[in-house]
């Protein structure tokens, strides 16, 4: 099995385009701008105060 990732993810309509293609995970603007080194510490050790679990669906995880 290989994991499929699309990068730049900026729009709804593209995200559920790469559904419909059964893409696994997606980065980009749609789920967050880049952020300061120390914001993402905080995203990464509190998830639940920065994040919802999905977007449409589409379920969201933290790779360590």
């Known amino acids: 099995d290989i994991s499929v990732v699309a990068e730049g993810v900026e ?9 419909g293609y059964g893409c696994d995970e997606i980065q980009g603007y749609l789920l967050s701008k880049p952020v300061p080194a120390l914001a993402l510490l905080d995203i990464i050790n509190n998830p639940q105060d920065h994040l919802d679990n999905t977007i449409n669906n589409y379920p969201l995880k933290l790779v360590r």
């Open 11 to 19: 729009e709804q309509e593209q995200l559920e385009m790469l559904q």
